[in-house]
């Protein structure tokens, strides 16, 4: 009794420290790209394009919420995993990945289309205005891959799938920064916001195939 007590803790323990690992990756990376965002955006385009940028913090916020429904997925998926339920646990993981997908799509396309009134209730003006509504209409779609991305690469160990949310993190880092220097001259402050949902879009594609699987302990169903 006491040795499976043990094993038991041993394996919730070494469980919990992937998740949170997992999870240390995925925030680092995400808050990474924005640090490498603003030091192209200095760098290339300058002060005024900097703080067309810094506009925008509160809109960033909307991303905040949907991790906050991924740390819920997670937890329950855990809870559902640990008790056996794996019935309810690609119930919750699918029913989560459409409501995600549909909220942020949703918002994304409000973000495009109202993206002029927007700037100008966030207080940007003029030039800067003008320079946030680019960079609004490059990084929409951003808002949508970025939380898929977060959703799958937290979930990711359950599959024993460890090593891709590592290559999906390298995806979004090395891919955000290279299309922030290869798009900054030719489509200025549009080109970071493009840069962000490419390298997003480029982590979710990486991480993708791990929930394709029948046998995987989460998959998607059809």
Known sequence: MKTDRISRTKIVREAYFRLVLVSIVSLATTNLCGFIDNIVISRYLGAQALAAVGFFSPISVLNGLAYVVVLGAVVLCGNFIGSGQSEKVNSLFNSSFITIFAVCSLIAMILMICRSP????????????????????????????????????????????????????????????????????????????????????????VILPAYIRKDATIHFEH
């Open 118 to 205: 927007l700037s100008i209730l966030l207080g940007a003006r003029d030039e800067a205005g003008r320079m946030l509504e680019a960079y609004i209409l490059g990084y929409a779609p951003c808002i949508m891959f970025s939380s898929l991305s977060a959703l799958l690469i937290s979930l990711a160990s359950f599959n024993n799938e460890l090593n891709k949310t590592y290559i999906a993190a390298a995806a979004m880092f090395f891919g955000n920064m290279g299309l922030d220097v290869l798009l900054a001259e030719p489509l200025g402050i549009f080109g970071i916001g493009l840069a962000s949902s490419l390298s997003s879009l480029a982590s979710l594609l």
